[in-house]
């Protein structure tokens, strides 16, 4: 991070809010998944709380904006070790859309596979056998602690729900471009 993108998570009085606002669009737009209409339109409040000498957490409050006046309360939670964010956190009212904080969190790709096997009635043992997977695999998949990476992984769980890969991809917050 540059010296004033942790002057503006770090300063709650004097942080520059376009810094801060730049600084949070630019890592959400990396997210395959996140719907580039929505804009940070007002920063209200930042909450930093140093934890070690050069160990921070930092609470954003704001609100997101569509262009046809839409609005959704945002929250950031993001913890800054030296110069650089290695967590990161974004709330849009009670929904986590990002990555979860700690590695020890499912990842939201759990859910949402777990959801597209349900509605399409298919089994754990079903998917299992479908693509060659043990049931513990499925499983932890569904839970969201194992995420597929694997190209022909993916096409295989893809063409088991029966949707394009790059769809999938997209859900275990991969960009469509690794794909072989």
């Given at each position: 991070m540059t010296p004033a993108?942790?002057?503006a998570l770090l300063n709650r009085e004097t942080g520059d809010r376009n810094v801060l606002i730049a600084l949070l669009h630019e890592r959400i737009s990396q997210w395959p998944w996140w719907d580039g209409a929505w804009r940070i339109i007002e920063i209200q409040e930042v909450h930093p709380r140093q934890i070690a000498e050069r160990l921070h957490t930092v609470t954003i409050v704001g609100m997101l904006g569509r262009d046809e006046g839409a609005t959704?309360?945002?929250?950031?939670?993001?913890?800054?070790?030296g110069s650089r964010l290695d967590r990161f956190e974004v709330r849009v009212g009670d929904v986590l859309i990002g990555p979860p904080v700690r590695d020890s969190d499912p990842h939201p790709f759990g859910s949402i596979f777990s959801?597209?096997?349900?509605?399409?009635?298919?089994?754990?043992?079903e998917m299992a056998?479908?693509?060659g997977l043990a049931l513990s695999t499925v499983a932890k998949m569904r839970a969201g602690y194992l995420v597929p990476e694997q190209p022909?992984?993916?096409a295989s769980l893809a063409a088991a729900l029966e949707m394009p890969v790059g769809d999938l991809m997209a859900?275990?917050?991969l960009h469509t471009d690794r794909r072989g």
């Open positions: 993108q942790l002057d959704l309360p945002l929250s950031v939670f993001t913890r800054v070790a959801a597209l096997m349900d509605r399409r009635g298919i089994s754990r043992e056998r479908r693509c022909d992984r993916l859900v275990a917050g």
